[in-house]
């Protein structure tokens, strides 16, 4: 079992930043593949990034196009997401998940945290 708290969500103007935090507990985290996925309103959950155990491995959706940087410090047990040149369309509730696998699919991570709220203005 893991258990996933996100933080650092909040509400920023266009062009502007944030960083999400994932900390994560329970069994060994560093073995776990990490990642952040997100859901707005009226929408599927969508892939995020994503890292493999020792970072190895990155992965990001296509509408990142450079701005969001994945990255994680298994001495904390946590994962971070960096967010630049943020867009009133990047709103949503962004949620970190573990696997043991990569996938851009959420219906293959086991472990979810409760979502933090992400909110653009234009």
């Known amino acids: 079992q893991v258990q996933l708290v996100e933080s650092g969500g909040g509400w920023v103007q266009t062009g502007g930043s944030l960083s999400l935090s994932c900390v994560a507990s329970?069994?060994?985290?560093?073995?776990?593949?990490m990642g952040w996925f997100r859901q707005a309103p009226g929408k599927e959950r969508e892939f995020v990034a994503a890292?493999?155990?020792?970072?190895?491995?990155?992965s990001y959706g296509d509408f990142v196009d450079g701005r969001f940087t994945v990255s994680r410090d298994n001495a904390k047990n946590t994962v971070y997401l960096q967010m630049n040149s943020l867009k009133p369309e990047d709103t949503a509730v962004y949620y970190c998940?573990?696997?043991?696998?990569?996938?851009?699919?959420?219906?293959?991570?086991?472990?979810w945290g409760q979502g933090t709220q992400v909110t653009v203005s234009s």
């Open positions: 329970g069994s060994t985290s560093s073995r776990y593949v």
């Open positions: 998940a573990a696997d043991v696998n990569l996938s851009h699919d959420p219906g293959r991570y086991d472990y």
């Open positions: 890292q493999g155990p020792r970072g190895q491995i990155t």
